[in-house]
């Protein structure tokens, strides 16, 4: 292909895909238990910016890691607090999360626009950098992306091969009947909630700390949005939420690059082409019976115990 | 410009005398209103905007009290916003992105005693101005700098969305690129949003990743310079002086200042003498701005970029100066003549030898 590397457009594309993967497999978790959280883009840009901010002051990126952990996950406490305890609406509060997030990040950035970080290093990998092809695409990375990619089968795992995944998977698709059979609903959706807003928080400093070195407002441009499609069209799977992260992510480094090269495809369409494609694929795998059933039961309604 | 609004001036003052009206007292204090499309803290379009209210504020003093909004989204949520500051008693509010247009005509139709002022826009009113910047002025000298700073003679240029504004502003460059390097071709990569730093880091990376050694940017965000300064490359700031960014990678930036037209406008309002007018200013009025270029650039090559600044600024030369070719290989400026300004507010086509398709 003309100008176009794929070694290096592999490797752009893992890094591309990274945030939308972190948050998506938060968010498939917090769904798996029966929750509907939309309030990933506000957890995102508060771990964004909290992350940036931490790793300012401290001078260390990993604990700037932690910082927008602890911060997606205070925002997403928040959320649970209102859903599980006072019972608000899951749909509204999710929207109130983010447009709360956005403003908030706003605020703590205000003092941190203009700053720039340094790249935090690669993971040296001795040997397995120097495998041609697969060395400078797979093992040339940050250990943050390796992260998420053992978060693909840590979930995986924690769903349906252990004992705890097994009982929040019982939380979500029939939350009455869980309850009756002594769980603690609420305690277990509370800490699945926490688990994904610091997920999101993850993703979103991935995009601060790693990609762009910087705070910028409203930096994260929709891209919780995207992680609450991938769940959906994923059918709450793991695996399928790499591939559509991936397929997100790739699809967006290509048409970039495509347009670079000159290829007589108009760039509207190639500006599409991340959406529509990633839809598509993932609308013909969800289309088996099996796929069609995966929605948790309890997606998104509330929880009492007198119910 | 200064005929053209005492002109103006005195055609409005003589409308007033003859419809019998008082003319305006002059003003003691003026509130000033800005509506920004972004946030201020963007380091690029919006800041430089928000640096105009803040020269003003300093030029005028107590007299002058001015107020912002940011973040306002072109559609009809900005008609509510332009609103809400005619009725907080803005005497004269600044609505500074395009998307701004149809919105500030309706609101301005509400409220005649309110003078209203539309960057890069086309549509005016008794109580509407419009004003824009020459932009593509600066795209010259910096075409110049990267045509003889590649070295692949490859130069990646990152642009939003395909409207006369931009492609003016890659026909200059590229005019200027070619005249300095005749083997200089262009990559070009639309991403379809003003500020995105995540995509125009993406883009950016493509670029370089396909053999560009220099990149030149037409959206807001200074995440290319960022990445420019960590591959050793060379990279140009769009709006607003981003060498920080980019301490070596940084060449220069076009800068916009939009103090002077702002002071000059507000002080219209204080003497009462403020007429709608339609002014797209450049280097020459102060409007766009090249700043010093980085000391470590070759300083003969220094000189150059600062001969060719110097002949914009004195109106010694066009960057549209025939005889120019359309991609098509029409002819649109003949040998000897420049460019008017009609021709460039239009220009929905790539100059010859650019190797790429403009998005329709």
């Given at each position: 292909m003309g100008g176009i590397d794929p070694i290096l457009l592999l490797?752009?594309?893992?890094?591309?895909?990274?945030?939308?993967?972190?948050?998506?497999?938060?968010?498939?978790?917090v769904e798996r238990a029966g929750v509907l959280n939309l309030g990933v883009e506000g957890m995102m840009i508060t771990g964004a910016v909290c992350g940036f901010a931490a790793t300012v002051l401290t001078g260390s990126p990993w604990l700037g890691f932690v910082a927008a952990a602890l911060a997606g996950g205070v925002m997403a406490l928040i959320f649970g607090v209102l859903t599980q305890y006072l019972l608000s609406n899951q749909v509204a509060t999710g929207l109130a999360l983010t447009l709360f997030g956005l403003g908030l990040s706003a605020l703590i950035g205000q003092?941190?626009?203009?700053?720039?970080?340094?790249?935090?290093?690669?993971?040296?990998?001795?040997?397995?950098?120097?495998?041609?092809?697969?060395?400078?695409?797979?093992?040339?990375?940050?250990v943050i992306l390796y992260l998420s990619?053992?978060?693909?089968?840590?979930?995986?795992?924690?769903?349906?091969?252990?004992?705890?995944?097994?009982?929040?998977?019982?939380?979500?698709?029939?939350?009455?009947?869980?309850?009756?059979?002594?769980?603690?609903?609420?305690?277990?959706?509370?800490?699945?909630?926490?688990?994904?807003?610091?997920m999101a928080g993850t993703g979103g400093a991935y995009i601060s700390i790693m990609r762009l070195r910087?705070?910028?407002?409203?930096?994260?441009?929709?891209?919780?949005?995207?992680?609450?499609?991938?769940?959906v069209f994923a059918s709450w799977r793991s695996g399928r939420v790499l591939l559509g992260a991936y397929l997100f992510g790739g699809v967006t480094v290509l048409q970039l690059n495509l347009q670079g090269a000159g290829f007589r495809i108009p760039a509207v369409l190639l500006s599409a082409s991340p959406y529509l494609i990633t839809i598509i694929v993932l609308v013909l795998m969800s289309l088996s019976r099996n796929a069609r059933n995966a929605t948790p039961g309890n997606l998104g309604a509330t929880f009492h115990a007198s119910n | 410009?200064?005929?053209?609004?005492?002109?103006?001036?005195?055609?409005?003052?003589?409308?007033?005398?003859?419809?019998?009206?008082p003319a305006r007292a002059q003003a003691d204090k003026i509130k000033a209103g800005f509506i920004y499309v972004g946030p201020i803290t963007d380091m690029g379009y919006n800041y430089q905007h928000n640096v105009g209210r803040e020269d003003a504020m300093a030029h005028f003093g107590d007299a002058l009290e001015t107020v912002y909004v940011e973040n306002v989204p072109e559609g009809p949520d900005c008609e509510r916003i332009l609103t809400q500051l005619a009725l907080d008693g803005c005497d004269i509010i600044f609505a500074t992105s395009f998307g701004f247009m149809d919105p500030t005509i309706n609101v301005a139709a509400k409220f005649p005693d309110v003078k209203f002022e539309h960057a890069t826009g086309f549509k005016t009113a008794d109580n509407v101005a419009i004003y824009n910047a020459r932009f593509y002025e600066g795209r010259a000298v910096i075409g110049h700098l990267a045509g003889k700073l590649t070295k692949s003679n490859q130069i990646g240029y990152i642009v939003p969305v395909p409207i006369p504004e931009v492609i003016m502003g890659i026909n200059?460059?590229?005019?200027?690129a070619r005249k300095a390097n005749?083997?200089?071709?262009?990559?070009?990569?639309?991403?379809?949003?003003?500020?995105?730093?995540?995509k125009e880091a993406d883009a950016a990376k493509a670029l370089v990743e396909q053999g560009c050694d220099v990149l030149m940017q037409h959206t807001d965000s200074?995440?290319?310079?960022?990445?420019?300064?960590?591959?050793?490359?060379?990279?140009?700031?769009q709006a607003a002086d981003m060498s920080a960014y980019g301490p070596n990678a940084c060449v220069t930036s076009i800068v916009d200042n939009w103090g002077p037209y702002y002071i000059e406008r507000i002080g219209m309002m204080f003497d009462g003498s403020w007429a709608t007018s339609d002014q797209w200013l450049g280097m020459p009025e102060g409007v766009i701005v090249v700043p010093e270029i980085n000391a470590n650039i070759d300083p003969e090559l220094r000189a150059e970029a600062d001969a060719i600044r110097d002949s914009i600024i004195n109106r010694e030369y066009h960057p549209f100066t025939g005889p120019l070719n359309k991609q098509d290989g029409t002819e649109f400026v003949a040998a000897g003549e420049v460019a008017d300004d009609g021709t460039l507010l239009n220009m929905m086509f790539y100059v010859e030898g650019i190797d790429a398709e403009l998005p329709s």
């Open positions: 490797a752009s594309l893992m890094v591309a895909s990274t945030p939308i993967l972190l948050a998506a497999l938060g968010e498939l978790v003092s941190y626009a203009g700053i720039t970080i340094d790249r935090p290093p690669s993971l040296n990998l001795p040997l397995l950098r120097d495998i041609p092809w697969l060395g400078p695409i797979v093992f040339r990375h940050d990619l053992a978060m693909v089968v840590a979930i995986w795992w924690f769903l349906t091969r252990s004992r705890g995944g097994l009982i929040l998977r019982a939380v979500g698709e029939n939350h009455d009947a869980a309850h009756a059979l002594g769980y603690p609903v609420i305690a277990i959706r509370m800490a699945a909630i926490t688990f994904g807003g610091a910087q705070w910028t407002e409203g930096m994260t441009s929709g891209a919780g949005w995207i992680a609450l499609a991938i769940v | 410009m200064k005929r053209r609004s005492f002109l103006a001036g005195t055609a409005a003052a003589a409308t007033a005398a003859a419809a019998g009206l200059a460059a590229f005019i200027a005749p083997d200089v071709q262009f990559k070009i990569i639309w991403i379809y949003d003003w500020h995105n730093p995540q200074n995440a290319p310079i960022t990445l420019a300064e960590e591959l050793g490359i060379h990279a140009f700031g």
